[in-house]
C-alpha cells in the first residue's frame, strides 16, 4: 500500500525554524517580552518550540508539532511549567499561521501572518470561556533573531 510521506507538510513549518524575540500585548496596553526557539528534533520529523516570557502570568513552555501525513493537518503538544498540557491544532502556509483549541477550560484560537521576508509574526490571540463567544486575550510579535538552527534531517 502507497502512504503518505510527510515531507510537504514538514517543508511548511521550514518558516518557523530559528531564534524569535517575542513581545505581547495585552488589551489593557501592558506589554512584556520573551523568546522562543523553533528546531528540528533529531529524527527530522517532529518540530520542538521552546518559549519563555517575562511576565508572572506567562509560564515557560515547550511543544512538539508534528503532522499527519495522509491528510496535511498539524498538532501541537503544549506543556508548561504549571503542569498544563494541551493538544493544539494548526495550519500553515500562504504566509499564515493558525491555531486552535477547543475544550476545556476554555477554547483557544491564534492568528498569525508572516512579513514578506518571513522575519516576523503579528499574531492575534483570543479565547471564549463558554466555546463558542471569542474576546480578544492579547497580540503578539515573532521578530526573527535567527535562522541558524539546525536543518531537518
Not at 491528510?71 to 502556509?93: F, K, P
Request: proline share 5%; charged share 25%; glycine share 10%.
Amino acid at each position: 500500500m502507497d502512504q503518505p510521506t510527510a515531507d510537504e507538510a514538514l517543508r511548511r513549518l521550514e518558516p518557523l525554524v530559528g531564534e524569535w524575540t517575542i513581545e505581547a500585548t495585552w488589551p489593557s496596553g501592558e506589554r512584556w517580552a520573551g523568546k522562543a526557539t523553533f528546531e528540528w528534533l533529531a529524527s527530522g520529523r517532529h518540530l520542538q518550540c521552546t518559549g519563555s516570557l517575562e511576565h508572572p502570568q506567562a509560564p515557560d513552555s515547550v511543544s512538539v508539532i508534528g503532522c499527519d501525513a495522509a491528510n496535511g493537518t498539524y498538532y501541537e503538544l503544549y506543556s508548561d511549567e504549571r503542569n498544563v498540557c494541551r493538544v493544539v491544532q494548526m495550519t500553515i502556509g500562504d504566509g499564515k499561521w493558525v491555531r486552535w483549541r477547543e475544550g476545556a477550560p476554555f477554547a483557544q484560537r491564534f492568528t498569525g501572518t508572516f512579513s514578506g521576508d518571513g522575519n516576523t509574526i503579528t499574531m492575534h490571540l483570543e479565547m471564549a470561556e463558554d466555546g463558542t463567544n471569542f474576546k480578544p486575550d492579547f497580540d503578539m510579535i515573532y521578530r526573527r533573531v535567527s535562522n541558524q538552527a539546525e536543518a531537518r534531517v
